[in-house]
């Protein structure tokens, strides 16, 4: 009997993140049956390799998900909001990468190696997380299962593709005018980020907390579904490309040492130890850059508190904090037999 | 009456710690009489610019100091090792840089904005704390002193700088490789540092942790006079040149609001606050670089502890870092009466 395969959408098909998760279906033998490349009207007629065809991107717009079976949302919140609930509504399911619907109590909020059940509740609609919730919560999980967490402090340091196309470009034109002693046009970011760090992700709330940081509170909250899990969060943005990495402080409630958090990272699903420091080993982003695993070292214990430990942890943000959790999400769903066109409606 | 000068040496005068103290004696027109340039025979017959006048650069040895009333040492901890309890012994004061002393029960160790009263009980030598620890413990002095502190959570973004020139040369290398599309040679750290981070300061210690987090954490206690007081540290190398950042969480022991906390460290010696999400203004490493405070900023509340606040840090590491707090420290010991040439010898 043939592989059942599905008509697959990728709403953003030519932005960084579309991009990525248009290579990972390839790599990772998706069965996608047709694929349909949708992104703004100004990037209609552009050639985009899929299998070793060239598809066309189409423009996103009302007629675009007729008999699209799961759809991929990469466009940025406005389109979500306008065209997520569209494609819903014509039997897709829809896998968004926005935050729109993340806080939707009827949205699944999902990485699969911590909350794959979550997509048994689904209505259509399942949201990916930021992608600096996702590579701390992979790395939390199997502490959380051994002995619960109570706190965890984080601070991270996001590269630049996690702002998107222009935001990469930024950083490759302010670096090289810095590189030739041309002056810098501070592009895109509110500041020059070429050699230089901007503490500020997302629009800043009345609390004082970037938009960035609050997510990483909620979301991390809702994937564990803990309302008591507390998450103190600071959000910086570094001259770097390709991975996010994040200094993770968590207060559990049982004792663990470190040689028992590092024991429970190595057999734990989706991520990786790199963690000796007699070789120098641990995670960078730059050598996490292109690849799936979520990188965890720097593996210690944290004496200040009853029940400390600290790590470091770091993982490519458009392939595990974006692109590949949701095809991840995709792969979960059609497992479970739950994946393709539907006649309830939600939206 | 003429003002009292005094013959002042920079051991280390051609690296980058030793460069700005020259620069910041001149800046802030300390009383030198004399000044002698040291380092190692590599640099002997260099010229350097002091007040208008080439100075030639001295190999640093055993006659260094006769004479000298005032020394300055950036060379590193083999020659602090070496040469600093000679230069005390020929009578010098010397404010050492290294972290060989720094942990000597009779060395004091000094922020003047912090303990300046510490420099009453020195015994010829002082040492000026690890760059990353002056910049917190500055921010830290008005809450401290306001409500008391139990815990300290911090992870640096710090600067290439603070490795010292060759550590500059290599990300100015690597941004060029990088650049102009050539192979990447990861010269000075173990691995590239342009576009990427290393989550390693100093060498690893049993404990999981790096000499540069302990310092932190022993530094701290020390500056305060307080061994109860925690410190959890996680120090990170960033591709940026020359400014420090930290994000810094505190548990203090009474309520402390962040307007409260804001108007404290308004008020604060050294500090200068950059605070207005409305518009934008936070501190980053680039507008930092050159200049005398440090700078907070992003001060919120944390509530997922009972009295929490955040703040992210950043100062010049090598001004006030390095030998700005060094010279600080010269001009509080010219102020007490207690600097020149001394009888009594320790070492």
């Known amino acids: 009997m043939a592989e059942r395969t599905y008509t697959v959408a990728i709403a953003g098909a030519t932005g960084v993140v579309g991009t990525t998760v248009r290579q990972i279906l390839e790599e990772r033998a998706f069965p ?14 552009a050639q985009l390799a899929f299998r070793g065809q060239d598809l066309t991107v189409e423009t996103l717009g009302d007629d675009s998900f007729a008999g699209v079976d799961l759809a991929f949302f990469a466009a940025g919140g406005a ?62 999980k199997p502490i959380y299962d051994a002995v619960g967490i109570r706190r965890v402090v984080v601070s991270t340091y996001q590269s630049v593709s996690g702002a998107g196309k222009r935001a990469v470009d930024a950083l490759e034109h302010q670096a090289a005018q810095v590189v030739e002693g041309r002056p810098v046009e501070p592009e895109h970011f509110p500041y020059q980020i070429a050699f230089n760090l901007l503490p500020h992700i997302d629009s800043f709330l009345p609390s004082g907390y970037t938009r960035e940081e609050q997510k990483m509170v909620d979301e991390t909250q809702k994937i564990f579904a803990d309302p008591a899990l507390a998450v103190a969060a600071t959000c910086v943005r570094v001259p770097v490309y390709g991975a996010h990495s994040e200094a993770v402080s968590v207060e559990t409630k049982e004792k663990l040492t470190a040689a028992q958090a590092r024991e429970l990272l190595r057999r734990a699903s989706g991520v990786e130890v790199v963690d000796d420091p007699g070789t120098l080993a641990y995670p960078t982003p730059l050598a996490a850059e292109g690849r799936d695993p979520v990188y965890v070292g720097r593996i210690r214990e944290d004496e200040t508190v009853a029940n400390g430990l600290v790590m470091w942890v770091v993982a490519d943000n458009l392939r595990k904090g974006a692109a590949l959790n949701a095809v991840q999400i995709a792969e979960e769903l059609a497992r479970r037999g739950a994946l393709g066109r539907r006649q309830r409606m939600l939206y």
């Open 32 to 45: 996608v049956g047709e694929l349909r490349l949708l992104a703004s009207e100004r990037s209609r007629g």
């Open 79 to 140: 389109a979500s909001r306008e065209y997520a609930p569209r494609a819903v509504a014509a039997g897709a399911t829809v896998i968004d990468k926005s935050s729109v619907f993340r806080q939707d109590p009827a949205v699944p909020l999902v990485v699969p190696e911590v909350n794959a059940d979550a997509l048994e509740d689904h209505a259509g609609l399942i949201a990916t997380p930021n992608c600096s919730t996702i590579q701390m919560v992979v790395a939390l």
